[in-house]
């Protein structure tokens, strides 16, 4: 690895940032790599645009130090940054054409016209409107909008793009197809990248690293199969997919209660017996095919419910031993049909140990 991929383009250290009695920041520490793609991930109000806008200087932390290509910006102005800026409202001139828009950043540098027209044409092309340069913004769509706030963002080869919530004004079906173009365009240029959104879709299909915020703090980083798959706390377990939280108590090493079910766990934080826990799984995990006697983890469960979500069907389980626990199983749609699964059905699961998540339980942190 050179030393150039080595140190971090952007690093944070200790940035803290408040609104009058309100803390929106609490001591942020982030590095982000050279060519690196980070989504900053959490619901509204978790302090993920703050902390971009204070990465671009466009509000000043009140404590910690930023620096971007190994130079102190703590205190810079946004002009002396080295970043494009995408919003989710495009903010575009609507007096200006689209090439006028593009080259706005390139005339304020005081470019020659050949030069100008010749990155204008260069940009719209790469992200897929060679023939809109004359036209004004009012005359696109939303999803050619945001493309040209892109190339305009783009346009003057910064060394870090930020995008804050480019998409979440386009519908569905422009959103996913905007998505993979945007992804696919920062892999070619390798630009470093940072991008801002509450859906955790968006952020696991793009991501090379996912940082999840919330109350003004980082509760993990990770790349989106680690952030997915073993979530560090209950919330990131809890905003991220769909998960299951049962109340446990630790009986044994590895081994939790749920009511009257007893499970094996891979991992249960080397906590006490007697412990209460709180065990977090993913409807996805629960098995219901190629079950033996030999099988951890295997009880009976009764089918209560069933819900159609299209490629797949999403059960409410109760246990037999434990009816009063409900579980959310998701069942492919050819289980569906091999199986002939209904509901009111009494069909065999298991957990796997593996897929079981156990946190200590807020009173056990508590302590």
């Known amino acids: 690895m050179t030393d150039e991929v080595a140190v971090p383009f952007l690093r944070i250290e200790n940035l803290s940032k408040r609104f009058g009695v309100f803390t929106a920041l609490r001591d942020i520490n982030l590095e982000v790599r050279r060519g690196e793609f980070v989504c900053f991930l959490g619901p509204s109000g978790c302090g993920k645009t703050t902390l971009l806008r204070a990465i671009a200087g466009l509000d000043f932390q009140d404590e910690g130090r930023i620096e971007i290509g190994g130079r102190d ?72 909008q945001q493309r040209v706030a892109l190339a305009r963002a783009l346009a003057t080869s910064p060394g870090l793009l930020l995008l804050d919530e480019p998409l979440s004004a386009l519908d569905a079906k422009v959103r996913v197809r905007l998505r993979d173009e945007i992804r696919a365009l920062q892999k070619r240029l390798g630009v470093t990248t940072i991008m801002v959104t509450h859906d955790q879709e968006e952020a696991l299909a793009m991501a090379d690293r996912i940082v999840v915020m919330n109350q003004g703090v980082i509760e993990q980083v990770g790349d989106p199969a680690e952030i997915y798959r073993a979530p560090a706390t209950p919330f990131v377990a809890d905003f991220v997919g769909h998960m299951t939280f049962l109340d446990a108590v630790v009986v044994g090493p590895q081994r939790v209660r749920v009511g009257a079910l007893e499970l094996d766990v891979a991992d249960d934080g080397l906590l006490p017996a007697g412990a209460p826990v709180r065990l977090a799984m993913r409807p996805e995990d629960v098995r219901t095919r190629s079950i033996t006697t030999e099988t951890p983890n295997r009880f009976e469960a009764r089918v209560d419910t069933i819900s159609f979500l299209g490629s797949f069907c999403r059960a409410r389980l109760s246990p037999t031993v434990s009816p009063e626990t409900s579980i959310a199983a998701d069942f492919s749609t050819n289980a569906m049909r091999d199986l002939g699964i209904t509901e009111g059905d009494i069909r065999t699961v298991a957990f796997p140990p593996e897929a079981l998540r156990v946190f200590a339980a807020p009173t056990a942190r508590a302590s």
């Open 73 to 144: 910006v703590s205190r810079a102005p946004p002009a002396e940054r080295d970043f494009g800026i995408v919003f989710q409202s495009y903010a575009l001139f609507p007096n200006l054409t689209v090439a006028q828009n593009v080259a706005y950043g390139l005339v304020n540098r005081r470019h020659s016209r050949d030069e100008i027209n010749r990155r204008v044409t260069e940009l719209l092309a790469l992200v897929g409107l060679p023939d809109q340069g004359k036209k004004y913004p009012i005359q696109l769509s939303g999803g050619q």
